[in-house]
Nanobody, 127 residues
Framework: QVQLVESGGGLVQPGGSLRLSCTSP????????IGWFRQAPGADREGVSCVSNSGEETYYADSVKGRFAVSRDSAKNTVSLQMNSLKPEDTAVYYC????????????????????WGRGTLVTISS
């Protein structure tokens, strides 16, 4: 079964930074768009960011624009999400997923458009 693996979550104070990583022992991430999603307690899963397979196209949810940055490291088969100026409302389980593109039918790709998923990493922002 194809799986992605997230790492880098943890407990950080408001205003701090974390860097999440996504990799896979099964697939080459460069062949896929890689999206980051998050699910807060009691909430639906939402798209946070995405990078296309070429790396030329990215997507950020309005709530994270200017604070989060997604990038690829092909040599390490890794996609990273740098998260700065973290807020308590960023607290969630963060998932990475692979799919055909960051946009589908003119809208940002959502979880239904993604094929393979990781199990998530918990990010907690609290003082």
């Amino acid at each position: 079964q194809v799986q992605l693996v997230e790492s880098g979550g943890g407990l950080v104070q408001p205003g701090g930074s974390l860097r999440l990583s996504c990799t896979s022992p099964h697939i080459t991430l460069d062949y896929y768009a890689i999206g980051w999603f998050r699910q807060a307690p009691g909430a639906d899963r939402e798209g946070v960011s995405c990078v296309s397979n070429s790396g030329e196209e990215t997507y950020y949810a309005d709530s994270v624009k200017g604070r989060f940055a997604v990038s690829r490291d092909s040599a390490k088969n890794t996609v990273s999400l740098q998260m700065n100026s973290l807020k308590p409302e960023d607290t969630a389980v963060y998932y990475c997923a692979s799919g055909p593109g960051c946009y589908q039918h003119g809208r940002p790709a959502d979880e239904k458009d993604m094929d393979y998923w990781g199990r998530g990493t918990l990010v907690t922002i609290s003082s």
